[in-house]
């Protein structure tokens, strides 16, 4: 229930530390087999519709191959604010048709981001840890 009186958290506006705005508060990778007909044609249909519905996103070329931590093609999109990451994690849970997504913060420790912070839109994929923990900053 709705509570007029009640103030707004700041949640809505603000990230909560240590997600830092300055790095785009949220990437998002959607994950497709790159050997799947249906999953590669999903995922080029997918970056055409996000690129049309949220023109205001960063939105990454689509890799046909594994690239940094990321164990399969996939693209990546950037969301600056809370309001922007709630719109697009909603919309990609009911649009993501087969495909999974990664969904991590942006902090000052990508080692953490990826391996303990990140969520799951879909199936968990196994990352390739090690190629980040040799940046880690923690």
Partial sequence: MSQPDKPRSSAYETFPAPILSSRNGFDFHVYFMPTNPVHVQHALQLHQRISTEFPELPIYRVWD????????????????????????????????????????????????????LASWIGKPWPLNLEILRAHRTK
Wanted: aromatic residues 8%; glycine residues 8%; negative net charge.
């Fill in 65 to 116: 191959r594994p690239i940094g931590p990321h164990p399969t093609a996939m693209f990546e999109v950037q969301t600056k604010t809370p309001h922007q990451t709630g719109a697009l994690f909603g919309w990609l849970v009911v649009n993501r048709g087969p495909l999974d997504v990664l969904v991590h913060p942006n902090t000052d420790d990508t080692y953490r981001d990826h391996a303990e």
